[in-house]
């Protein structure tokens, strides 16, 4: 049993930084991946980043590499997603996930078992 719980969303300027976390609570960090996805007003979530667990290959969608990084402290059990150069079009809620096979990354929100609350990133000026 997990609990995942996003937070460091909030309002910034187009160009801006905002770094999300994740904490993980109900089992240690270490032997989950975990996946970042987004959802904007009236389009599909989209999944956005993965970090696996062992070796820690990082996936990012086209659209943020150069722009997000997602880093894990699993001393802390979180994960953590830094989003620079930031655009309107990054504007959506923002939510982590744990995939059914727990190790593994995937593009699909249907690979994932444990969600988050979700966590707004707005870009406005």
Known sequence: ??????????????????????????????YYAIGWFRQAPGKEREGVSCITSGYYAEYYIDSVKGRFTISRDNAKNTVYLQMNSLRPGDTAVYYCAVPTERYYCSGSQSAYYYWGQGTQVTVSS
């Open 1 to 30: 049993q997990l609990q995942l719980v996003e937070s460091g969303g909030g309002l910034v300027q187009p160009g801006g930084s905002l770094r999300l976390s994740c904490a993980v609570s109900g089992d240690t960090l270490d």
